[in-house]
């Protein structure tokens, strides 16, 4: 790590804020990191890491989950298994409106990133991760910064750490953001309810039947899927039906020895 600071007590909420996860991000990340050093916790625990620069691979992709620096992520997220949990990104000015734009649902499977103000973006983390390695009630969240990043946009990140910081679940921070964000998290609210009633019951479905199905290629894995789209009628697009794909292999990668939150 190029950075790693533990803040609070074992027991009680387990929080973990992660920065640098592909590419050269940590050069800005750490920054940020940093900065969030002071943060108060109010009960349980927060895990500051700045992991070191590594290749750039989307986490859109699900070989990152198979790459060196995706298995240290997950290894992180394993260990802490924590209920409250952010990836600090960072972006260039030219791929604002790729991270915003109104169609990346259709066009990359998960919904635009919102913007707080002051050029810093939230939403959910890739549903690689999301579907595997969080609870459905969890705040699993990417944090996009622009990758020169102005003192407000600091302050907006650390305005909004400390938020995390100081809460026990998600209800207890999306009510403290509603006061802030409230339309921002009206939309947030949205993208929720739609993942939470279409790919993550599909997925929930596709990892039941799976055992009981004879899968012995991808395409008899296709083939379980589409069936569990049709009988569920389940609202997902194609890029979508490729992330159940990914997200049952990346399920059966690491459910060998640790794939979901222990009880």
Do not use: W
């Not at 070989?63 to 992180?76: K, P, T, V």
């Not at 899968?215 to 008899?220: E, G, I, Q, V």
């Not at 379980?224 to 997902?236: A, H, P, Q, S, Y």
């Not at 979508?240 to 997200?247: D, H, M, R, Y």
């Amino acid at each position: 790590m190029d950075f790693f600071k533990r803040i609070g007590v074992n027991k009680g909420t387990s929080r973990l804020f992660v920065g640098g996860i592909h590419g050269k991000e940590s050069l800005t990340t750490i920054r940020i990191i940093e900065a969030a050093n002071d943060i108060q916790v109010t009960e349980g625990y927060l895990e500051l890491c700045n992991m070191p620069p590594s290749p750039y691979l989307s986490t859109l992709n699900p070989l990152y989950y198979l790459s060196l620096a995706g298995s240290r992520l997950i290894d992180l997220v394993m260990k802490n298994q924590p209920s409250i949990y952010l990836e600090i990104h960072c972006y260039r000015p030219d791929n604002y409106p790729k991270l915003t734009r109104e169609d990346r649902k259709e066009v990359f499977g998960v919904p635009g990133l919102v913007e707080l103000e002051n050029g810093v973006l939230i939403g959910s983390i890739s549903p690689f991760a999301r579907s595997n390695f969080f609870d459905l009630n969890d705040f699993p969240f990417t944090l996009e910064v622009p990758c020169d990043p102005s003192s407000k946009s600091l302050q907006t990140c650390i305005s909004f750490m400390e938020i995390l910081a100081g809460s026990s679940n998600r209800l207890e921070i999306m009510e403290k953001l509603k006061k802030i964000y409230p339309e921002q998290v009206e939309r947030l609210d949205n993208y929720f309810k739609d993942y939470s009633l279409n790919f993550h019951l599909a997925f929930q479905e596709i990892k039941q039947r799976a055992p009981e199905t004879d899968l012995k290629d991808f395409n008899d894995l296709n083939e379980l899927i589409v069936d569990v789209i049709e009988k569920g009628n389940f609202k997902v697009n194609p890029k979508q039906i490729k992330q159940l794909e990914g997200a049952f292999l990346i399920f059966n990668e690491y459910n060998s020895f640790k794939c979901n939150k222990r009880p």
